[in-house]
């Protein structure tokens, strides 16, 4: 079935219900209230409504994840148009790309930010959902606020506060093919008193692989995992929260199912292998947030600690062939302060009588240290004839440190209480520094030693004007300049180790609605970015399954984001977005001494859509059945920069069903129902991959139930 008839036979089915079910009689005394719920966001750094934010945003809320069954990021970014998030199999990397914007996994162009932390490697990025409040995917730039890093955009991932009023929990339990078996549940309340809180969630998931070793028989994309999160919340006054959060999870998942694109798309979900490997995560990481509302301003401060680190042993050549075998360990410490200072939230500074004006100000810093030993086994004769023995290749032995601090500050005035213009900016200054190492061991060539430093020093500057058009529109504009950080690649080929900042110029106007007293909610934003010194990750020609990054040139990239969510009637939930992005490197670049001018951008889907909805209908005074259901579509898109290999346009459609009660519910669900084969991420791999490159497999059609228990 093609991807035009998958979507019109859901929206065919979706129509039907829908029509069924707004023709249910509806009590007339009193009237029934079904608008839609006031989205409140936090992508400018304080507590508003979504409409009021000049910023192409959408937010995933807690109710929408769990119905949804969401348990990953790149689950909750389906909703978000021009966002695509290409994982591997193992977990310990994600890489999010917002409207062509992307980069590695040690210097994302897209950033995370959980509970206020900046995740400033990939690795610890991507965790398991529990015990969240929201996810907001935030597009274009929002470095004048949130600084390095954020070129493309942000993911803010919120945890949900602990009760403060009565002991809540809630507990669900997964099962599926494949072996799935998955529970989680947390539980929160008061400790004695009002003013001290406690959460606690805690959660077990693991199923066997979707990838087969024909020469072993034995599953090799396995995943499992354990992971939990403990709060205190504290109020010594009622105007002061202290809330502690720690996260942590221990992944133990299997090889990497990557093996030759070609091979892959003939006989996917089966490889040869002669070694069989795994990847291993642990994440702890703390979080301390402080906050004091006052009559005139409020203070609140952010203070973060991040300890990550990964070991993955894989079969490099992914071939039946004993040839080389990778043992890479990682380890990174990051720790992150931020105070903020701003006028108070219920209480504009009055400047003149139809005149106010909200400020913000704060001042940041971090260190992280990372250190990395990735060694490549060689067979003997593997490197040369004449070298009968085993080589092990140290590419890299590192170390990379990185100490930066940040200040900035952002006013909005407001005119007649219909026109808003704010103005920002961030100063950043980093210094980096690397000792980079690369050996064998015998000895078969002289090693290479790096040791350098680099400082980085930026501006970046943000204006908005908004326009309240009516109580429940608002037009607006944003010209806001990008940056990410230039730093030291770990490996690369010699003279390529260090890389300089990737900036960029986004201009975007928007439309943003709620009609029909709060049923409808329509956004539009228009976009254009130009950037220059873009950041690629390319492939090392000298030491396989490596890759460094380099600047690479000039590109551009424009588009257009359409998101709709709609409560016809009570029971009735709607929704569809569609993003289009054209992004395209400009004429003069070139990669590796190749042009790539006029090629487009790799990893950037032509366009994105999702449509769907939830119809519920209910049966008795305490429980009601539901169907939900929804596609998305995402548009063909290449690669690698030279444009050599693609993936075509598919689509992918989930479908729930079930019953909710007060307390207890119960769901079968289905994934992929239309069981899509599809390639999400390939990697250049010149020389050992007969096509050129690998890649990994879209995850398969997945079914089974979902029980659980809510107080």
């Not at 015990?131 to 600084?147: C, K, M, N, T, Y």
């Not at 990054?549 to 990239?557: E, L, W």
């Amino acid at each position: 079935m093609t991807v035009r008839l998958r979507a019109l036979f859901f929206a065919a089915v979706l129509a039907v219900s829908t029509s069924g079910l707004a023709q249910t009689p509806q009590a007339t005394n009193p009237p029934v209230r079904f608008e839609l719920p006031t989205v409140i966001v936090a992508v400018e750094k304080r507590p508003q409504d979504v409409l009021n934010v000049p910023v192409s945003v959408t937010t995933v809320q807690r109710e929408t994840l769990q119905n949804a069954g969401m348990r990953y990021v790149n689950d909750a970014a389906r909703l978000a148009p021009n966002v695509f998030i290409h994982e591997f199999s193992a977990r310990k990397l994600s890489n999010p790309r917002f409207r062509g914007i992307g980069s590695g996994p040690n210097n994302p162009g897209v950033t995370t930010y959980i509970d206020g932390v900046p995740q400033l490697s990939a690795n610890s990025s991507s965790l398991e959902l529990i015990d969240v409040h929201q996810i907001e995917f935030a597009r274009g730039p929002q470095s004048a606020l949130f600084g390095r890093n954020t070129v493309g955009g942000l993911i803010n991932i919120a945890s949900r506060e602990p009760s403060r009023t009565a002991w809540t929990g809630e507990v669900t339990a997964p099962f599926g093919n494949s072996n799935l078996r998955d529970v989680r549940g947390s539980v929160s309340g008061p400790l004695m008193s009002d003013r001290v809180s406690v959460g606690m969630a805690a959660g077990y998931s693991a199923r066997d692989g979707y990838t087969v070793n024909d020469l072993t028989g034995h599953t090799l994309d396995d995943r499992s995992a354990v992971f939990g999160k403990v709060q205190l919340l504290f109020t010594p006054a009622p105007s002061w929260d202290a809330r502690l959060i720690v996260n942590a999870e221990r992944a133990r998942d299997g090889d990497y199912a990557l093996q030759d694109l070609a091979a892959l798309r003939q006989n996917p979900f089966h490889v040869s292998r002669n070694f069989e490997g795994f990847t291993h995560r642990d994440v702890v990481a703390p979080t301390f947030l402080l906050a004091h509302r006052g009559s005139r301003f409020d203070v609140s401060s952010t203070t973060g600690l991040v300890r990550w680190k990964t070991r993955d042993r894989t079969d490099l050549d992914y071939s039946p062939l004993p040839l080389i075998v990778r043992d890479n360990s990682e380890k990174d410490v990051q720790f992150t302060q931020e105070i903020r200072l701003a006028s108070a939230a219920a209480s504009p500074v009055a400047l003149a009588p139809n005149v106010s004006l909200r400020w913000q100000a704060g001042v940041s810093l971090f260190t992280q240290n990372y250190e990395q030993d990735a060694v490549n086994s060689f067979s003997p004769f593997l490197l040369s004839p004449f070298i009968p023995v085993p080589v092990s290749q140290h590419s890299p032995l590192s170390t990379l440190d990185d100490v930066g601090v940040g200040a900035y500050g952002q006013g909005t005035w407001t005119f007649r209480d219909r026109v808003d213009l704010s103005a920002g900016a961030r100063f950043d200054h980093e210094t980096k520094e690397g000792n980079l190492s690369t050996f064998f061991s015998p000895a078969i060539a002289p090693a290479a030693t790096v040791a350098a430093e680099a400082d980085f020093t930026h501006v970046s500057p943000q204006f908005s004007a908004t326009f309240h058009a009516t109580p429940r529109v608002r037009v607006y504009g944003t010209v806001a300049e990008g940056f990410k950080a230039g730093g030291f690649n770990a490996a690369s080929p010699a003279g390529r180790e260090a890389y300089g900042e990737e900036q960029s110029w986004n201009y975007e106007g928007g439309v943003k609605t709620s009609l029909l007293n709060q049923r409808l909610a329509i956004s539009l934003a228009v976009f254009r970015i130009d950037w220059h010194d873009i950041q690629l990750n390319l492939p090392n020609p000298a030491v396989p399954a490596q890759f460094f990054i380099s600047n690479t040139g000039r590109a551009r990239s424009a588009g257009v984001e359409v998101e709709l969510a709609a409560r016809p009637s009570a029971g009735v939930d709607l929704f569809a977005s569609v993003g289009s992005t054209a992004a395209t490197f400009k004429s003069g670049t070139a990669s590796s001494g190749i042009s790539v001018g006029g090629n487009r951008l790799p990893d950037t889907p032509r366009y994105t859509a999702n449509a769907g909805g939830e119809l519920s209908h209910a049966v008795t005074t305490g429980a009601s059945l539901f169907l939900r259901g929804d596609v998305t579509v995402y548009g063909d898109r290449f690669y690698d920069e030279l444009n050599t290999a693609s993936q075509d346009t598919y689509a992918l459609t989930n479908v729930q069903f079930g019953m909710r009660g007060t307390h207890l519910f119960g769901e079968g669900w289905v994934r992929n129902a239309f069981d899509t084969r599809y390639v999400p991420l390939a990697l250049a791999y010149p020389g050992l991959a007969p096509s050129g490159f690998i890649g990994e497999p879209g995850a398969p059609r997945t079914f089974g139930v979902r029980l659980g228990m809510r107080f």
